[in-house]
């Protein structure tokens, strides 16, 4: 609202030149780490939405122990795909919060989740996200503007 007359008009509120500094450098691992835990959620959605949790049986003439092994690697393989699910969303969570300064705890999980392998298929980008993240997080000036 403008000042009315012979009001003093209100100053804009004070940022700080450390959070500035500190936004401009989360905003690159913030990044990487968006793309990369959203191209591995679409490749989640696509693959459920093609029949990801549908197995197909094992041969007819089957020895029971290979029916019994190939039983466990389809659940095993249902198992890593709802946990690459849970963790990229996390991920997701985490460089939402690093972009907004926020909860630097869940920023830093997030950054550790993207570098776990065997449950993404973009591992390598989030192996190099993830480590570019905690570089970043661990500078005292970047440290210091999270709320």
Known sequence: MPPTLGQAPRPAAYVSPFASAA??????????????AGVNLLIIIARLASGGFEVPPPPPDADPSYVAGYQMGAKAMIGIIVLGGITNLLTLAGAVMMLQQKMRGLAVTGAILSMVPCISC????????????LVVLNNPGVRSAFR
């Open 122 to 133: 973009c591992w390598p980008l989030g192996l190099g996200m993830g480590i570019w993240a």
């Open 23 to 36: 936004k401009s450098k989360l905003m690159g691992p913030a990044i990487g780490l968006l793309v990369a």
